[in-house]
């Protein structure tokens, strides 16, 4: 799907084929991925493979926000970030402080929950087991 919306999508396309899609298909794109990737996080918190629910969680909230980018933004294809609170601001959605703090911790989470960190979380874990 994501090839054929990028082929399809103004400056993405190739050659003749380059067909703006309706906006209501642009934002049920990102919310269609984003509800599957909720579905796999789920199952990843029922199998307790935390440090992927957190990574997967992430991108079901950045896939969001960019359905609302796209929503906000007159059909325009959303920026290459996985910023959150950048795309926050970009879509133009106005947060409380509390949101903005959620964001952010989020984003501090994903830093920790990239496959190339994992194992940053899991001494985290380790660590703050030991404390308790």
């Avoid at 950045?62 to 609170?85: D, G, M, R, S």
Wanted: hydrophobic share 35%.
């Amino acid at each position: 799907m994501c090839f054929y919306l990028c082929e399809t999508i103004p400056h993405f396309g190739k050659g003749s084929k380059r067909e703006t899609v309706k906006i209501e298909e642009h934002i049920k794109y990102w919310l269609d991925s984003a509800n599957n990737d909720l579905d796999a996080a789920n199952s990843l918190f029922s199998s307790e493979k935390y440090d992927w629910c957190l990574f997967v969680g992430h991108l079901v909230l950045e896939k969001t926000l960019k359905a609302f980018y796209v929503l906000n933004n007159e059909n325009a294809i959303p920026p290459k970030t996985h910023n959150l609170l950048k795309l926050a601001d970009s879509a133009n959605i106005e947060l409380s402080k509390e949101q903005i703090i959620f964001l952010d911790e989020v984003r501090n989470v994903d830093e920790i929950t990239s496959p190339s960190r994992r194992t940053d979380l899991g001494r985290i874990c380790l660590i703050s087991d030991h404390k308790s």
